[in-house]
T-cell receptor, first 115, second 114 residues
Framework: DVKVTQSSRYLVKRTGEKVFLECVQD?????MFWYRQDPGLGLRLIYF???????EKGDIPEGYSVSREKKERFSLILESASTNQTSMYLC??????????????FGPGTRLTVL | AQKVTQAQTEISVVEKEDVTLDCVYE???????LFWYKQPPSGELVFLIR??????QNEISGRYSWNFQKSTSSFNFTITASQVVDSAVYFC???????????FGAGTRLTVKP
């Protein structure tokens, strides 16, 4: 069964802290994605990766960085968390390289609160 | 640029009613793919259907049906005889053939009351 897991369902951090959100997929997918979900805005792409050590900026990369050292793992890093980064973060993976007709598989999400 | 609009923010129906969720998209690409996802209260998005731009045939799967019309750039989703378990946020999404980015609409929150 296809599986995308995220390290935490809920996370509370303080302003200025460095935050790591981890995502692991067991499907050998080339592509992995990080989104944030906010009411009324849907899902917005932060970063994606199409291969190990490769990354591309999405619509809202400011304040975030990513790391993909292994194919199955894609980490989202908040270098210095701010209150406006309080959100639901969703990780997804997709097979097939540039086959954009394939659906994405999503993890359960991490609800991050920055105080 | 690709764009997806779900104008209905929230819909509330009573069980057994039919309900249609609207989705309008914009793209300059001639080859593209449209998706619907369901996000139940647990949070994980679940894939429901994919349609490519060359296939305008409507699709029915049990109580779910999808109406794809290129002439109006719409890909609407109908639930027949809704059930409480259909309560969720539903997202429409667009993917272009030469763009790794999938664009999501803002989502429609459907509440089905018993």
């Amino acid at each position: 069964d296809v599986k995308v897991t995220q390290s935490s369902r809920y996370l509370v951090k303080r302003t200025g802290e460095k935050v790591f959100l981890e995502c692991v997929q067991d499907m050998d997918h080339e592509n992995m994605f990080w989104y944030r979900q906010d009411p009324g805005l849907g899902l917005r792409l932060i970063y994606f990766s199409y291969d190990v050590k490769m990354k591309e900026k999405g619509d809202i990369p400011e304040g975030y960085s990513v790391s993909r050292e292994k194919k199955e793992r894609f980490s989202l890093i908040l270098e210095s968390a701010s209150t406006n980064q309080t959100s639901m973060y969703l990780c997804a993976s997709r097979p097939g390289g540039l086959a954009t007709y394939n659906e994405q598989f999503f993890g359960p999400g991490t609800r991050l609160t920055v105080l | 640029a690709q764009k997806v609009t779900q104008a209905q923010t929230e819909i509330s129906v009573v069980e057994k009613e039919d309900v249609t969720l609207d989705c309008v998209y914009e793209t300059r690409d001639t080859t593209y793919y449209l998706f619907w996802y369901k996000q139940p209260p647990s949070g994980e998005l679940v894939f429901l259907i994919r349609r490519n731009s060359f296939d305008e045939q409507n699709e029915i799967s049990g109580r779910y049906s999808w109406n794809f019309q290129k002439s109006t750039s719409s890909f609407n989703f109908t639930i027949t005889a809704s059930q409480v378990v259909d309560s969720a946020v539903y997202f429409c999404a667009l993917s272009e053939s030469n763009n790794n980015d999938m664009r999501f609409g803002a989502g429609t929150r459907l509440t089905v009351k018993p």
